[in-house]
T-cell receptor
């Protein structure tokens, strides 16, 4: 059973702070890693993807990947109340092929 | 990215009946999937919709309960059969592009009473 593990939270941070979201995965052959944001009652939307070890920055978001540790993280700088949502970690590739497997999600609250 | 239209967006159904959900993509895609998201839970993969052949189901899901059609590379349907209240959930169609990024339809919110 391939798994993606996340702390369910909720994670609460003050406005302007850095929010750090973490994820581990079990399939060592996984090749693609994603972070989705899901607002209540809405479908998930892709915010970041990363394929290689290291950091990838996009605006206020930084994804970090460490394949040796099977660990993915998402940092949100200068957090805003509009960032309050559930963040889903997802992996693709490996034994699962093109199937995308999702973690349970971490609920983030950004307090104004 | 692909634009995915899913309908109905929501429905309330009587137990024992069936509901067919449609997913239309604005471009040809090889990989199409159906997910379920139960209240307060993450996304669980139901099956891979294969064009021109039977869908590939994940553990815990069977064709008799969730028959899937994929007549071409832009369209698929998922039927939830003989519904019970436990089937109340959001059902999501997803496609994966050449970069392995998954995109979703707006979802179908199903309530079984």
């Amino acid at each position: 059973q391939k798994e993606v593990e996340q702390n369910s939270g909720p994670l609460s941070v003050p406005e302007g702070a850095i929010a750090s979201l973490n994820c581990t995965y079990s399939d060592r052959g996984s090749q693609s890693f994603f972070w989705y944001r899901q607002y209540s009652g809405k479908s998930p939307e892709l915010i970041m993807f990363i394929y290689s070890n290291g950091d990838k920055e996009d605006g206020r978001f930084t994804a970090q990947l460490n394949k040796a540790s099977q660990y993915v993280s998402l940092l949100i700088r200068d957090s805003q109340p509009s960032d309050s949502a559930t963040y889903l970690c997802a992996v693709n590739g490996g034994d699962g092929g093109f199937k995308t497997i999702f973690g349970a999600g971490t609920r983030l609250f950004v307090k104004a | 990215s692909a634009v995915i239209s899913q309908k109905p967006s929501r429905d309330i159904c009587q137990r024992g009946t069936s509901l067919t959900i449609q997913c239309q993509v604005d471009s040809q895609v090889t990989m199409m999937f159906w997910y379920r998201q139960q209240p307060g839970q993450s996304l669980t993969l139901i099956a891979t919709a294969n064009q021109g052949s039977e869908a590939t189901y994940e553990s815990g899901f069977v064709i008799d309960k969730f028959p899937i059609s994929r007549p071409n590379l832009t369209f698929s349907t998922l039927t939830v059969s003989n519904m019970s209240p436990e089937d109340s959930s959001i059902y999501l169609c997803s496609v994966v592009d050449q970069n392995t990024e998954a995109f979703f339809g707006q979802g179908t919110r199903l309530t079984v009473v």
